[in-house]
């Protein structure tokens, strides 16, 4: 029988957002693998991450192997692909011994996700291996709950942007006529509000971070002062809407 690696999203951060089918991929695994990030020379930094702070509240920590990921490193490719390899190697390793390993991923394992990276690297190291995900809710979805956001409407269009390449796509996005939603803005806040700004979309965009952890932060986009923030800070910059119920259909 063929081994399973199984991508499992435990969404933004909140352990209460983790789906029940989520909850039980991870307790059938017969082990978890969640993602580090790498200190300074490479190894484990010893930091625990969301995604395993998520996953202990389900399953023992002895069941838990934190695998190392240079999950930020866009600058060194060298760097980030020998970090890929090294925990593809490792992944594949405990497909041999075991049937079921699964993968926790913060959010879901099907956007944006480092889950992508390692599935594509152990199915080359072990070919035959079942790749499954379980979908986790999203950081987008979870911001607009708590804000009170409305993503979509009728024939309204929704747009995600990583803005880790810069506001050029986010400002393009802006200039039309739906939802938008930028990832990963922390490092560019002050552009982000120029671009919100130039674009007409600040006054009705809320942003958040850390969302369902004890560091929450959630404010009005009009309030971003230029101050870095969290790498992970989430955008939701809404439609124009007029008010009518059902304008949009």
Not at 131 to 150: K, N
């Amino acid at each position: 029988m063929s081994s399973r690696l199984i991508g499992v999203g435990v969404g933004p951060g909140d352990p209460e957002l983790v789906t029940v089918k989520g909850v039980n991929a991870l307790r059938a695994a017969d082990v978890v693998v969640v993602p580090v990030m790498a200190a300074s020379d490479g190894k484990d930094g010893g930091e625990r991450g969301r995604a395993e702070a998520t996953v202990l509240h389900y399953v023992p920590e002895e069941k838990v192997l934190r695998v190392v990921f240079a999950l930020n490193e866009r600058s060194d490719r060298a760097r980030r692909e020998a970090a890929w390899d090294a925990a593809g190697e490792r992944v594949a390793r405990l497909l041999e011994r075991y049937t079921a390993v699964a993968f926790a991923t913060i959010g879901d394992p099907n956007v944006y996700s480092t889950f992508t990276y390692l599935a594509q690297t152990v199915q080359e190291l072990v070919p035959g291996t079942v790749v499954e995900t379980v979908p986790g809710i999203t950081a987008m979805q979870d911001l607009a709950a708590r804000s009170g956001a409305v993503l979509t409407e009728g024939t309204e269009p929704l747009t995600l942007v990583p803005v880790t390449a810069g506001a050029t796509a986010l400002k393009e996005a802006l200039g039309g006529p739906g939802t938008v939603v930028a990832y990963k803005f922390g490092r560019q806040a002050q552009e982000v509000a120029e671009v919100l700004r130039e674009t007409g979309r600040i006054d009705d965009a809320v942003w958040g971070s850390a969302l369902g952890l004890p560091e929450e932060s959630i404010r009005p986009a009009a309030d971003l002062d230029g101050e870095p923030l969290p790498y992970l800070s989430t955008l939701i910059a809404p439609a124009r809407r007029d008010g009518t119920r059902g304008g949009k259909l």
